[in-house]
């Protein structure tokens, strides 16, 4: 691993811990992952 990229990785990873980043193409898509979010342990995520 090059050491320049290292503090990179280490802050994309603390970001993305206990989410999930979901793309969506169309309304279908946007309303199951909306559905798994609510169903889900994500309350506090913003839609």
């Known amino acids: ?9 280490v802050g994309l990873a603390e970001m993305l811990e206990g ?13 199951i992952a909306r559905a798994a979010v609510a169903g889900g342990r994500y309350g506090d995520t913003l839609l």
């Open 1 to 9: 691993m090059d050491v320049s990229t290292f503090p990179a990785k």
């Open 19 to 31: 989410g999930v980043i979901m793309d969506v193409v169309n309304v279908e898509q946007a309303r």
